[in-house]
């Protein structure tokens, strides 16, 4: 129960330019310990974003920083808003 495939951040910040609809790959951090993992990002209306792993990651947590990276450079980041099954 503690692993999920997504979740939806809200108040996302993209410092690389990002439009509503446009998808990447990013390695994502879900917290400051946590090692980044794959994840296909998408920008969806509202200023939130629908991140899917690539593979089940371990307690993901509302309220929590989700950051998005390409390698050291940093795209965007918000807070999880919730997990989706």
């Known amino acids: ?9 809200r ?5 690389r330019e990002v439009k509503e609809g446009d998808a990447l790959e ?4 879900i917290r400051n310990k946590h090692v980044p993992a794959r994840a296909r990002v998408e920008a969806c209306p ?4 629908l991140v899917k792993f690539l593979t089940p990651q371990r ?12 390698a050291d450079e ?3 980041g918000g807070w999880i808003a919730r997990i989706l099954a």
């Open 11 to 15: 108040d996302v910040n993209w410092i």
């Open 59 to 70: 307690a993901i947590t509302p309220g929590q920083a989700a950051v998005f990276y390409d």
């Open 46 to 49: 509202g200023n939130e974003a």
């Open 26 to 29: 990013a390695d994502v951090k």
């Open 1 to 9: 129960k503690l692993f999920h495939h997504q979740f939806v951040a």
């Open 74 to 76: 940093v795209l965007g």
